[in-house]
T-cell receptor, first 113, second 111 residues
Framework: SQTIHQWPATLVQPVGSPLSLECTVEGTSNPNLYWYRQAAGRGLQLLFYSVGIGQISSEVPQNLSASRPQDRQFILSSKKLLLSDSGFYLC????????????FGPGTRLTVL | LAKTTQPISMDSYEGQEVNITCSHNNIATNDYITWYQQFPSQGPRFIIQGYKTKVTNEVASLFIPADRKSSTLSLPRVSLSDTAVYYCLVESGGGADGLTFGKGTHLIIQP
């Protein structure tokens, strides 16, 4: 069966510090991968998605970046965090867009102070 | 980009049938309609997906009229554990258009 992992589960970082969140998927090959952010009291916002190694599409201009160094690994990074980067970050995967469900990871709660 | 509109919140009672409607006036020909459920501090979970008419699975039904400009998620005989946020998503086949979940509908089930 397929599983998706995210770490860390929670993170508290000072403003201006770097960020690295990792997501890995097991049990499937060549998945589509997604990073979402959910701010307090708001819906899920798609940040990045990837259809393959090294292929990243950005949906929202911001100080975050994403990379996919391996088929089932997706990394969300920042060089300098802002207060507005606080939120619940979710990684998801799907087999094929438009017709198949997305499977979400447990999420990372990021607080920027 | 097919934008969706849902009620912000709904209340109901245990044992009742709950219907949550989503409007998507700009839905494209190749778009599918998908509903997700999210509990606090968890990722959304797929409930049901459809293209037209009616789809039913073990947890819900999805009704889509002929013009596909709206859809209704029907939850039969809800329980307290159905209290969650429900998102309507319209997905197209290319790019990431439509992958914006919005604020969803906060469903509160009372005893």
């Amino acid at each position: 069966s397929q599983t998706i992992h995210q770490w860390p589960a929670t993170l508290v970082q000072p403003v201006g510090s770097p960020l690295s969140l990792e997501c890995t998927v097991e049990g499937t090959s060549n998945p589509n991968l997604y990073w979402y952010r959910q701010a307090a009291g708001r819906g899920l916002q798609l940040l990045f998605y990837s259809v393959g190694i090294g292929q990243i599409s950005s949906e929202v201009p911001q100080n975050l970046s994403a990379s996919r160094p391996q088929d089932r690994q997706f990394i969300l990074s920042s060089k300098k965090l802002l207060l507005s980067d606080s939120g619940f970050y979710l990684c998801a995967w799907s087999v094929r867009r438009g017709m198949n469900e997305q499977f979400f990871g447990p999420g990372t709660r990021l607080t920027v102070l | 980009l097919a934008k969706t509109t849902q009620p912000i919140s709904m209340d109901s009672y245990e044992g009742q049938e709950v219907n949550i409607t989503c409007s998507h006036n700009n839905i494209a020909t190749n778009d599918y309609i998908t509903w997700y459920q999210q509990f606090p501090s968890q990722g959304p979970r797929f409930i049901i997906q459809g293209y037209k008419t009616k789809v039913t699975n073990e947890v819900a039904s999805l009704f889509i009229p002929a013009d596909r400009k709206s859809s209704t998620l029907s939850l039969p005989r809800v329980s307290l554990s159905d209290t969650a946020v429900y998102y309507c998503l319209v997905e197209s086949g290319g790019g990431a258009d439509g992958l914006t979940f919005g604020k969803g509908t906060h469903l509160i089930i009372q005893p």
